[in-house]
């Protein structure tokens, strides 16, 4: 079982960056992929990225292809979210999750796989 905290998120002008970081406690956080989610208010939670256990395979949603990075570092049991050019839409309460996976190359977009969530982070874009 793991514990997820995410933090970095706070109030920037569009065209800004932000960071977030989601770290992990718990034991062999290097078996679990983590995949990143966001929800607006009045809207459905949705997929941001997804990172496989150990980092190789990294994945996005098309609206954040190019614009956002995901790695991972599981030496120090942390997952991070880099976010370039952030924009008014992306306004939104952050979720890392983590699920067991048995096998590296591979991650899921799917929220209803995730068993373990953070209790989110607050990301606000203003134009």
């Known amino acids: 079982q793991v514990q997820l905290v995410e933090s970095g998120g706070g109030s920037v002008q569009a065209g800004d960056s932000l960071k977030l970081s989601c770290t992990a406690s718990?034991?062999?956080?290097?078996?679990?992929?983590v995949g990143w989610f966001r929800q607006a208010p009045g809207k459905e939670r949705e997929f941001v990225a997804g990172?496989?256990?150990?980092?190789?395979?990294?994945g996005y949603a098309d609206s954040e292809e190019g614009r956002f990075i995901s790695s991972r570092d599981n030496a120090k049991n942390i997952v991070i979210l880099l976010m370039n050019d952030l924009k008014p839409e992306d306004t939104a309460v952050y979720f890392c999750?983590?699920?067991?996976?048995?096998?590296?190359?591979?991650?899921?977009?799917?929220?209803?796989?995730?068993?373990?969530w953070g209790q989110g982070t607050q990301v606000t874009v203003s134009s």
């Open positions: 999750a983590a699920e067991y996976l048995l096998n590296d190359n591979f991650y899921r977009m799917d929220d209803r796989f995730y068993h373990y």
């Open positions: 718990g034991p062999n956080f290097h078996n679990y992929g």
């Open positions: 990172v496989s256990r150990d980092g190789g395979s990294v």
